[in-house]
């Protein structure tokens, strides 16, 4: 069965330290894995990764991945406290077009 | 301005009342797909479409129906809704990918989101 595990699966620091989030998976057939952040409304995209060791980065965020481990970090650097929210990792299935989510990281930074 | 809307936001109905939720993004994507979202169990897909008249089940498609008649629209059935439904569901489109072009770099999971429908079914 394909799954998507996230840990932890909380974590509270204080604003400004940096952050590592980490996201495995087993799936058949990969094709991308995704983050998503999602505070309290809909999730909004962050990356897509299909490559290993290519680091995506967007500001203070970035992630990379790793196809032979089957795993993913999200790094968050000098923490605000508008980086709390869940943070939601993905993957996208080649065989069937279905797209599976881990349950989650929430992060909260404390000012 | 691009987005996905979803109607109603919020839903409260009994058990057995049929009941739909709309879907329509104004982005022309390919792919769309609606999820529940329940605390400790996340985001779980309920069915998808790769296109219009191409719909398929997602991990829990149980007690849903879905169709896609025309690009825009994804409206989400629940023909005899039963507590167990209750949950916050969200619509989400994508751009899609090309299958005869293999993989050309667009991806079904660079998803934009609606704002969700908090559903109780009493």
């Known amino acids: 069965e394909d799954k998507v595990v996230q840990s932890p699966l909380s974590l509270v620091v204080h604003e400004g330290d940096t952050v590592t989030l980490n996201c495995s998976y087993e799936v058949t057939n990969f094709r991308s894995l995704l983050w998503y952040k999602q505070e309290k409304k809909a999730p909004t995209f962050l990356f897509m990764l299909t490559s290993s060791g290519i680091e995506k980065k967007s500001g203070r965020l970035s992630s990379i991945l790793d196809k032979k481990e089957l795993f993913s970090i999200l790094n968050i650097t000098a923490t605000q406290t508008g980086d709390s929210a869940v943070y939601l990792c993905a993957v996208e299935t080649n065989r069937d077009d279905k797209i599976i989510f881990g349950k989650g990281t929430r992060l909260h930074i404390l000012p | 301005e691009a987005q996905v809307t979803q109607n109603p936001r919020y839903l409260i109905t009994v058990t057995g009342k049929k009941l739909t939720v709309t879907c329509s993004q104004n982005?022309?994507?390919?792919?769309m797909s609606w999820y529940r979202q329940d605390p400790g169990l996340g985001l779980r897909q309920i069915y998808y479409s790769m296109n219009v008249e191409v719909t398929d089940k997602g991990d829990v498609p149980e007690g849903y129906k879905v169709s896609r008649k025309e690009k825009r629209n994804f409206p989400l059935i629940l023909e005899s809704p039963s507590p167990n439904q209750t949950s916050l569901y969200f619509c989400?489109?994508?751009?899609?990918?090309?299958?005869?072009?293999?993989?050309?770099?667009?991806?079904?999971?660079?998803?934009?989101f609606g704002p969700g429908t908090r559903l109780t079914v009493t």
């Open positions: 989400a489109s994508s751009l899609g990918y090309d299958r005869d072009l293999s993989y050309s770099g667009t991806s079904i999971g660079e998803q934009y």
């Open positions: 982005m022309n994507h390919e792919y």
